[in-house]
Every structure is written in structure tokens, then in C-alpha cells.
């Protein structure tokens, strides 16, 4: 794959998919079927669906969310337009990547699965349309699902305020990990070797950075209910999206808000994967809980896993997910396939109680 990057001036993304001309990489893959290129291309072909497997894409090339992250600003030509350095973007989005920790749910394959259904609601989902976006938009909406969890620990905003930790009084106890997030990547954006933006004119950069920010920010579930009844307010009203700024950012802060629990709404077999990895994070932090002699949060003892669990998804589902989902389909009609499966993850789990 590395081969065929970057891709020559005006090839479509859809050559990554493509059985290559260069005769080399083309007998590798006769040879070889079912090898790290074949298997790349085979996920890449459903970039713009909703039951992509990011899972298959770590696992052909062990770093889905870059490479993810490069095909979709290539296929959206974004790099091409915006003049974006090559060589700079590939070593940002390696140490976009390389920030994550191998943590059990909030890790880079978390972050590319973000990004790619975050790319889907903006381009299939008719949000770039609705609220007619910049180019600089399209390139930060991108690039804020791809970071949007950058460093996380692996624990979440309201144990770091429990246990006084240092980003509690950092950011004094508002959107803790979210601003941490944000703050990393600006901090490395700041070294030339990583500053993609640094071509930019200033009123460019500041709109894909106030862009960015305010959709990382948005994705803290503690501002779940503010964010949502202001968004559900404005589709009563039913603004022309493109026209304030406010409504712009309000937009895209709904898309990366799905996204980031878009997993509800993927296939079973896709969910059921995150569902276990979210489980799994939950109880390492009720047992550091546990350790510190402090309250096990809720749904986070892991000797109560059968009885809680369920129960815990059918509630996300009923009061956080088809709400926000529902809205957003009346918003965005195309991404309703995403409400479907959450039905039948829901069904999935009654079953089992
Ligand atoms: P973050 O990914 O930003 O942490 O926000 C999602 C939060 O919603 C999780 O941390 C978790 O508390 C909650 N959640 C639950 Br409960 N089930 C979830 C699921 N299946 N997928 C995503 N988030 C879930
Ligand atoms: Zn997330």
C-alpha cells in the first residue's frame, strides 16, 4: 500500500481499490491472495458504507486509523485543494495514531471508526450538502473524529475529578479529557515536522482549529443533554443550515457525536465487539476503583457483568442512542440504516435478559 502512496495528481482514491498497473505489486497480490494489499483493498471497498469493518482494516494493515484517515481526505480531495504537504500529513497522522493507547475500547481503532462513519454522515448522510461546508469544514470535521480521543488513558472524566488527578485541576473538572485530547494535538501541531497547516492563510487555520475544537469538545457526554435539546430545538424550527455559523458547528458537533457511539448502529457482529471491548475498559477502572477504595461506578463491577450489562446497553440505547438517531435520520434521511441496526442490537440484548 505504501507503494501506491502518495497518489499522482487527479487519481481517484477508488486506485487504491484497483488491481495495480506497477506489474511488481500486481504479481504479489496473484501470488499471494488474501495479503496485507488484497485484504487493504477489500476493506477500502466499503469506505462509504456503514458496515465497514475497521476491525479487518487493523488487521490487514495494523494501522487503520491513518491509513483510513489518508484515504478518506483523499478520496474527498481535500489534499489535493488544500495543498496539504504529503510527507508532513503522513507523519501527523503516524503520530496521531502512535498517541493512542492499546486500551481496551478508547484506542485508535475506537478513532478510525469514528472517523470513517463521521466521513459517511458528512458525505452519503448529505451533511456537507445541507450545511453547503468549506472546504476547511470538511477537512476539519476529518480530521476531529480521527483525533477525538487521542491520549485517553482509559479512564474516564469523572474518575479523574474523583481521584484529584493532575488533568482534574488542569482543566477544572470541564470536559477534563476532551480538552486533553485537543491540547496534545495542537501542542504537536506546533513542531514543523507535523504542521500541516502551517501554508495556511490565518483566517483558514483558525477556522479548521475553532472547527475542530468545538467538535472534540462537543463529544463529552456530560454536555450530552445541552448540546442535543439545542439541536432538536433548531430542527423544530427548521433554520436553513447553511446560513449561521452557530448551526454549521451545532451540525457537525451532532455528527461526531453519533459517530463516537456509532457502534450501536453498526452490525451485530461488529457491535457485539465494541460492546465487549467497552465492558472490558469499564471493569479495569472499577477494579483501580475498587483498589482505591472508592465507589465502583456504575456498570463498572465487573461481579455483576450478567445482570448489569444488558441492562446497561437496552438504557443507552433507549435514552442516549435512538433519540439522538432518530433526530439526526429526520435531519439526515440516509443515515436511518444506523437506526436499524441499533433495533436489532437492542433486540439482540432483551433476548439475553
Ligand atoms: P466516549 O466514547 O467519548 O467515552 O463516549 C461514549 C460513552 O457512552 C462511553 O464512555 C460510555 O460511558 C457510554 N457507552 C455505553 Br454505557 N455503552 C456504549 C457503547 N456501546 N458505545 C459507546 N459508548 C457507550
Ligand atoms: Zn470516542
Redesign the pocket.
Known sequence: LQKRLPLQDGEDVSALTRTPADPELAQMIEKAPGTVIADTMKCFQKIDECDMSVFDLEKSTGSALSVCTYAILYKLDLINRLELDDVKLRTFLAAVQAGYHPNP??NSV?AADVSQINYFIMTKGGLIDKCKLSQEEVLAGILAGSI??YDHPGY?NNFHTRTNAYLSTLYNDRSI??NHHLACIFEMLRLPRYNIFSHMKEEQYREIRDTMVEMVLS???GLHGKIFSQFRRRLGECPEWHERKDDIRLALSMSIKMA??S??GRPKHL?LE??KN?ATE?YNQGDVEQKLCIPISP?MDRRKDKQEFPK??IS?MNF?VVPMFEAISEFLPPVECSLQHTTENKEYWQQQE
Do not use: P, R, V
Request: hydrophobic share 40%.
Open positions: 475500547y478508547h475506537h477525538h480521543d474516564n479529557l476532551e463529544t463529552d457526554m463516537d457511539i457502534n450501536c457491535y465494541w460492546a467497552i469499564f456498570f446497561g446497553q443507552f442516549i
